[in-house]
């Protein structure tokens, strides 16, 4: 039995239908307009990269720019497989661990853009450093695991405790953030996957290591 991947999903069809033209338009549309700013951010670096330069490269004009990308920062942020991330939680097994599905997620989404394109995760990840995408980087962090947690509570009827939640899915976050900065310090030559791996393994086997608290049974106020 073969496992379908986040590329592979992003050419089927969604509710038995495929992508409809307009929708299969609209994302190589935004592949090219991304394609041009990546490279005007290498060659000149993002702050001195308008938005303009970027639309004219792109052979488009402004106003058809912010149709795409509401902000210069969402050209770095966006890409095809943001909404696939929930889709592939939904589909996930209801009885399995929180923790288990987060890490399927993550891992599922990042090979699906690692494998599609390799070289524009490479530039967009190295833009992380940037001090004004930082703080949109950690945004879209804690919106994701909001989201996530949103989506458990639709699927398994009940309220899953946010704490718990918050805590799960920000660890493997930061364990994505790892992976991706030794790839990125390294030119992308490490297998990308095979670091993740060995994040995520060694979150799991860290919090192995952890001894829970004398005061576990304390409940913090704000936290129920």
Do not use: C, H
Not at 71 to 84: I, N, Q, R, S
Not at 119 to 135: F, G, K, M, N, T
Not at 151 to 179: C, H, M, N, Q, Y
């Amino acid at each position: 039995m073969t496992t379908e991947t986040a590329a592979e999903r992003l050419e089927q069809p969604r509710d038995g239908r495929s992508y409809d033209l307009r929708e299969r338009k609209r994302i190589r549309t935004r592949l090219m307009i991304q394609t041009e700013a990546l490279r005007l951010f290498n060659e000149k670096g993002y702050a001195r990269t308008t938005v303009e330069e970027i639309a004219d490269a792109a052979a488009i004009s402004p106003r058809t720019f912010f149709r795409y990308f509401p902000t210069k920062e969402d050209v770095v942020m966006w890409d095809e497989y943001d909404p696939l991330a929930l889709e592939l939680l939904e589909s996930r097994p209801d009885d399995e661990p929180l923790a288990e599905s987060f890490r399927m997620v993550v891992r599922e989404t990042l090979s699906g853009l690692y494998r599609r394109d390799p070289e524009r995760l490479l530039q967009r990840v190295q833009l992380a450093s940037v001090p004004e995408l930082r703080a949109r980087f950690l945004e879209e962090q804690t919106d994701g695991v909001a989201a996530m947690a949103s989506l458990f509570a639709r699927k398994r009827g009940t309220d899953p405790d946010e704490l718990s939640l918050r805590v799960i899915g920000s660890s493997l976050i930061a364990a994505v953030f790892v992976a991706l900065d030794l790839w990125q310090r390294d030119g992308g030559k490490n297998d990308l996957l095979a670091l993740l791996d060995q994040a995520t393994d060694a979150l799991a086997e860290g919090m192995r290591e952890l001894q829970p608290s004398a005061n576990t049974a304390t409940t913090v106020e704000g936290t129920r």
